[in-house]
């Protein structure tokens, strides 16, 4: 269809081979994105003789309906002229002739007009004594205009998007821009009102923009709609339509240059390069000219996914997500932007019935109404669901650039991401879980004991899959195995159970510890090996974040949505929503070629020296972690945090650690490993103390988030440095005696502290631990300060 309405070099022939089956899907395209009408005027020659009959049927049913959309419009400005408001015009009517050539050419349902902020409710107060209604209260103002506003005159959905019945809507405007929600915004834009004028078109008057701010607004519409991932493929092909019959106006883009500020003229650029690659328009110069001067990020992205709009009308993504990135110029903006796109807070609006009152609405339009409603949430919530696999591989592909990685690595990376997103929801609602369950201390460390001495038992026979079955199929069968037990452990409810499945898990999970070292290593090489392994801690650490702000609100939206009842059912519902991400880990997974682990030097392997002085520094090291990481989340509880809040304040704990453990590596090639590592122990040490001597909720929140950075940004440090001291035959042995290790000292501190928490409380644990951790700072400090890997 796009190829056929191209203004140059159109390709209309390619109509004449679509069978009737595919005619259908091609009108049902057209009709889904307003192009129909622009079909039937453009390439009339080129349809058979039932299409062509039945787009001239729309296009005099249109005509119809622009009269009454006069009417209305006609009505609703002489009430607004008589209480001396004064409006202009937006979109619809308004863009002919520069951007449609008749106004019976183009699709309108609505009138939207713009008002002062100040004048906007009295003109809400007006239109409600013509009869409009709300579609929904007035509480929070959606985009930049008021909730829509309708008659109930009881017209009802017929599937004919042209049924001249269809009743005219009516939003009011009180800004031409969200800067709020968007997080960036042009200057310039209120000049617009100063610069409007009246225009008489088909025997009315009314007030519109200055033509170049009517080109300054379409764009900004159709960017407004790009960034929120529902740009119409109509406004493109209307932008298109100005360009290419204006790219010969010079005076008309002399003057447009002129009034528009640099920052306005870049966000019409990015728009104009679409029109173009979509549509094949021709430009002005001047239009040229800005769009070599846009960013070469944005450039960058013009080239990989200016397509990606189109396939999002079938097959769901979110590639505007890195166009909106290079928009923004904080970090914070573009975490905002990222939650709010990828974890959205609002619920749709009503979808059926509602121009019919509530005198009209039978039990059985009620009845249809819900379903409606149910059935749309459902495929919206679908939506963002299958987007996510397709966010996450986009993102891979988009940060790539020049890394030196190879496509097996990102794979890997990709499915450790859907993997841990999972486990994280899991891993902050289980405790607190058990607790609404009866639980206590004492119990949840016995569970997570119990977790970490599955892994001691499985980390050897962990090791010995990996070296028979490879990496990727050791890891497939892993994440199976994890997903049926996990969901196990969210339905059974007897302790004796609930231990028992903790330490099947335990084991399993030993796979993935153990894999994950030997599986970056031979994906990296020698110079890319520091960058592999930080990326993939931190995009760990990145995915917590969406993955506590998902699970402290999943138990809410259960709740809220009546899909739960009561509160452990909610908790529990919530918990087999992270278990469906780690089988959905699967699909890139099985996608990964990890070539065969080199070949074991020994049958039994025998740690050197260096590995041992290694594996007694980090038993320490977890003997300290832990004591307190087990019962993070029930800490918050006890001190009364609601769980919306516990999720908050691990996502910004996982948020800082990002930055960090990215700049580990600079830390590391700065002061050496062992230094580094020491200083990071050191700064857990004291981050604990500071939680133990915390007075409320806010101070432990930023106790907590700068103990995590201080825990975590060792990691990367203590891999590479683990990887680094063995040979490649070894690694997987290494790794499986360091992970025997660490799961040992965590299951030793895990049942020590539960009980001790349960008689002392939390201060004194977190005094113990800081102590312990500190010591094992010392350790790393004297045993590795004058030996490397390679001197042994």
């Known amino acids: 269809m796009l190829a056929a309405l191209r203004f140059t070099t159109p390709q209309r022939d390619l109509l004449a081979r679509l069978t009737e089956n595919e005619w259908k899907k091609a009108l049902w395209f057209c009709d889904r994105t307003q192009l129909t009408l622009p079909l039937g005027l453009r390439c009339p020659e080129f349809l058979s003789g039932k299409v062509r009959s039945r787009i001239d049927h729309n296009l005099s049913s249109n005509a119809e309906r622009w009269q009454r959309v006069k009417t209305a419009y006609l009505e609703i400005a002489e009430s607004f002229q008589a209480e001396g408001l004064e409006s202009v015009v937006l979109k619809g009517f308004s863009q002919c002739s520069d951007f449609v050539a008749d106004p019976r050419h183009r699709v309108q349902y609505d009138v939207d007009l713009l008002l002062p902020r100040h004048e906007v409710m009295r003109a809400r ?205 904080s970090t914070g903006a573009r975490v905002d932007v990222l939650r709010r796109r990828l974890l959205p807070q609002r619920l749709p609006g009503p979808v059926d019935a509602v121009h019919l009152s509530e005198e009209q609405i039978t039990p059985r339009i009620r009845l249809r109404r819900r379903w409606r409603y149910a059935a749309y949430l459902v495929s919206r919530v679908a939506h963002h669901f ?8 986009s993102s ?133 090996r520091p960058l592999g392994f930080s990326l993939v801690f931190s995009s760990g650490i990145a995915i917590g974040v969406l993955g506590g702000l998902a699970g402290g609100r999943l138990p809410g939206w259960l709740s809220r949505l009546h899909l739960a009842s009561s509160s452990a ?58 004591a307190f990481n087990p019962f993070f989340n029930a800490f918050f509880a006890r001190l009364h945090m609601p769980v919306e809040r516990i999720g908050f304040v691990f996502s910004s704990a996982q948020l800082t650690q990002v930055g960090a453990v990215l700049l580990a590596p600079l830390v590391f090639r700065r002061f050496g490993i062992a230094r580094g590592v020491s200083a990071m122990q050191s700064a857990t040490a004291l981050a604990l103390v500071a939680l133990a001597a915390a007075g409320g909720p806010a101070w432990a929140g930023f106790g907590y988030m700068a103990y995590m950075v201080s825990q975590y940004m060792s990691e990367p440090g203590l891999y590479a440095f683990l990887m680094d001291g063995v040979p490649a035959g070894e690694r997987s042995g290494a790794s499986a005696l360091n992970f025997l290790v660490v799961s040992g000292a965590q299951a030793i501190a895990a049942a020590v502290a539960g009980v001790a928490l349960d008689r002392l409380g939390y201060a004194p644990v977190l005094i113990a631990a800081a102590i312990i951790c500190a010591l094992a700072a010392l350790l790393f400090r004297v045993l590795f300060a004058r030996s490397t890997p390679d001197s042994e």
Not at 143 to 167: C, S, V, Y
Not at 386 to 393: I, S, Y
């Open 386 to 393: 299958l987007a996510l696999p397709a966010v996450g591989w």
């Open 125 to 329: 107060d007006i239109s409600a004594g013509l009869g409009y209604e709300p579609l929904c209260g007035f509480d929070h103002f959606p985009i930049d205009h008021l909730p829509a506003m309708i008659r109930k005159t009881g017209w009802e959905w017929r599937g004919d998007p042209f049924d001249i019945e269809i009743p005219v809507s009516l939003e009011l405007h009180f800004r031409l821009w969200d800067a709020e929600t968007e997080r960036f915004g042009p200057n310039g834009l209120e000049q617009f009102w100063e610069r409007r004028r009246s225009r008489r078109l088909d025997g009315i008057c009314f007030m519109g923009f200055h033509p170049a701010d009517a080109v300054g607004y379409a764009s900004l519409h159709l960017l407004r709609h790009l960034l929120r991932g529902d740009l119409r493929p109509s406004h493109v092909y209307e932008l298109a339509f100005l360009l290419h019959s204006k790219a010969e106006d010079k005076q008309f883009w002399r003057v447009w240059n002129e009034l528009h500020d640099d920052s306005l003229r870049r966000l019409e650029a990015i728009c104009f390069a679409l029109a173009q690659c979509w549509f094949h328009c021709r430009l002005p110069g001047v239009a040229i000219e800005e769009i070599d001067r846009l960013p070469s990020e944005i450039n960058r992205w013009l080239a990989v996914h200016s397509a990606s709009p189109l396939l999002g009308l079938f097959h769901p993504n979110k590639d505007e997500l890195w166009l909106h990135w290079n928009l923004l110029n």
């Open 569 to 626: 059912g909610a908790y529990r519902g919530s918990l087999l929503l992270g278990c469906a991400f780690v089988l959905l880990a699967l699909w890139p997974l099985s996608r990964v070629k990890i070539g065969a682990a080199p070949p074991a030097k020994r049958k039994i392997y025998r740690p050197s020296p260096w590995v041992i002085r290694f594996l007694i520094a980090m038993a320490a090291w977890n003997l300290g972690t832990g």
């Open 396 to 528: 891979v592909r988009w940060f790539s650039t020049g890394v030196g990685l190879g496509a097996p690595y990102w794979r890997f990376f990709l499915a450790a991401g859907l993997f841990d997103f999972g486990l994280f929801i899991f891993f902050l609602l289980y405790n607190l879980y058990l607790l609404q369950l009866g639980f206590s201390e004492s119990f949840l460390g016995l569970v997570s004991g119990a977790m970490t001495a599955g892994g001691v038992v499985g980390s050897i026979p962990a090791a010995i899959a990996i070296g028979r079955y490879g990496i990727r199929n050791t890891l497939l069968a892993g994440f199976s195995l994890i997903f049926c037990l996990s969901a196990l452990r969210a339905y059974v409810t007897l302790a004796p159970a609930l231990l028992a499945f903790a330490f099947a898990a335990g084991m399993v999970a030993a796979v993935w510890a153990v894999a994950i070292s030997p599986a970056v290593a031979q994906l990296t090489d020698v110079k890319n």
